[in-house]
């Protein structure tokens, strides 16, 4: 996730998969679809971004499902764009939803947590720091 600018609060900023061979799998979507990969160093193996030919501009990334990544569903993951994960989170739960991740930071990027909604669907929320 790194945007030349940060996208706009209520925006899909990012899309990830998390799976047990991301290896493969990155191989698969750079056929399936034409998207150029870039490895992610993550502490002795590597995750990719991906980016549409010829952009430069990554939009996706496919991870291994270990370290913190162990419990994550293998589906597409939307991370939207909020003001504020923490104040975001309290209101899914309020709303009936469950917060699956916790608020916690992404490197210095911003902050993220995964949510589960009232129907059972999964969605990442990340703010950017300032």
Known sequence: MSPSAPPRIGSIGWIDLTVDNAETVKDFYS????WESSPVSMNGYDDFSFAPPDSGEPVAGICHARGSNADLPATWIIYITVADVDASARTCEAL??????EPKNMGEMGRYCLIEDPAGAVAALFAYNP
């Open 96 to 101: 009936g939803g469950r917060v699956v991740v």
């Open 31 to 34: 056929t399936v679809t034409g």
